[in-house]
């Protein structure tokens, strides 16, 4: 039996779900003030075989605009948005997408990224009331390594690629 170098192994982000927060339209979310963004979660298929904890993923947190098109890094910078997450085991947090006004990128397996997710919450520093939406992506890390996640609309969805969005209302005080 030989096998073919030149195929590629199946992206692990299509053996993956991902589940919004259910019966949740829209978050409010105070300026200044810590908010929690509960709900989301990664699950295995389930008409595929048990996920082992080798499979690695990477999901990105980010946020849209009202539009669905994503903030730049000035839109994070000028609303002061910091996105966090628990800390757990054999989670990494990107060093260079760490959530402080951008950007969050985490790599692990399903269970880390669940508790990571668990725990997800955003600051909007900014005291001016405006609407946007916070999406979760997950995908396999290869899929994702290089794109622009400032940028990319993810439109059409990328085979492998799974992506969810609720709306968050910032409240000024």
Request: hydrophobic share 40%; proline share 9%.
């Amino acid at each position: 039996m030989t096998t073919d170098s030149n195929i590629a192994p199946p992206d692990p982000g299509a053996r993956i779900g991902l589940v919004a927060p259910e019966g949740i339209e829209c978050i409010d979310c105070i300026a200044r003030e810590y908010s929690p963004l509960p709900g989301f979660s990664v699950q295995p298929l389930s008409d595929m075989a048990p996920i082992g904890d080798e499979l690695s993923l990477l999901a990105i947190i980010r946020m849209l605009n009202r539009g669905g098109a994503p903030l730049s890094r000035e839109s994070y910078r000028s609303l002061g948005i910091h996105l966090e997450c628990l800390a757990a085991p054999g989670l990494r947090i990107s060093e260079l997408h760490d959530g402080r006004e951008g950007v969050l990128a985490l790599e692990g397996d399903i269970e880390a990224l669940n508790l990571a997710l668990a725990g997800l919450a955003v600051v909007i520093r900014s005291d001016v009331p405006h609407e946007s939406m916070v999406q979760v992506i997950i995908t396999g890390h290869n899929a994702g390594a290089d794109r622009d996640w400032y940028s990319d609309p993810l439109r059409p969805m990328p085979p492998g690629v799974k992506a969810v969005s609720v709306r968050v209302r910032t409240l000024g005080i």
